[in-house]
């Protein structure tokens, strides 16, 4: 804490980040662990204003009940949107998520059935089905996700000029289709720049 201005930990365990902020005098930034990414999630917000000129939006996520959902589901509706998600019944969100939605009544849906989940969305993100760490799952993972790709059929029920946004890296043909990622890379890629943007808006909130 003596050496620098602020720490940006980017781990797996999330009582590591904790622990770093409980003893550190310097701001600590998460900058992802398995159970949250917050970062990218300001990112995104900043996307979909940008593009959909609001933040008042039917947000769907489609797969893993990852750290990138934990987080989208409370960033999406502390900022007032409508956040449905689709994901296999044994790849839920953490049960604190799930608690925590219960703040939000009539704002929050989750279901296994992505059609559902995706119906009149204004914005459909989603992350790779294997996350860094759990490469060993990678089979019995592409088993479970199969049928929850962000695809032309998946779109065809979402509000027309639905966007699309994806965390990066992507693999196409398995949580998208190459179809969809070309034709919503300008999207995409805005989203990949905002993480610069929203970055130094942190670092200027807690490091100035
Ligand atoms: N769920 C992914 C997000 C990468 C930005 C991972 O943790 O690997």
């Not at 994806?166 to 289709?177: D, F, K, Q, Y």
């Amino acid at each position: 804490s003596r050496y620098l201005d602020g720490i940006m930990i980017r781990t797996f365990r999330q009582s590591d980040v904790e622990e770093l902020a409980q003893y550190g005098s310097i701001p600590i930034i998460n900058g992802l662990t398995d159970f949250c990414h917050p970062c990218q999630v300001l990112a995104d917000l900043q996307t979909v204003r940008e593009h959909k000129g609001t933040l008042n939006v039917n947000m769907c996520y489609i797969g893993d009940g990852n750290n990138m959902a934990n987080s989208l589901i409370v960033g999406f509706l502390k900022v007032g949107a409508h956040v449905s998600i689709a994901c296999p019944e044994a790849y839920q969100p953490d049960a604190q998520i799930l608690e925590f939605v219960k703040q939000y009544p009539g704002q929050f849906f989750i279901t296994d059935k992505p059609l559902e989940a995706a119906k009149d969305a204004d914005v459909i993100l989603t992350d790779v089905w294997t996350s860094m760490g759990q490469e060993e799952e990678r089979i019995a993972r592409e088993k479970a996700f199969a049928g929850y790709q962000v695809n032309a059929e998946l779109l065809s029920v979402a509000h027309e000029g639905c966007m699309v946004q994806h965390c990066l890296p992507a693999h196409r043909e398995e949580e998208i289709t190459t179809e969809v990622f070309e034709a919503h890379a300008n999207e995409i890629f805005d989203e990949a720049e905002n993480r610069m943007h929203t970055i130094k808006a942190v670092m200027a909130a807690t490091l100035a």
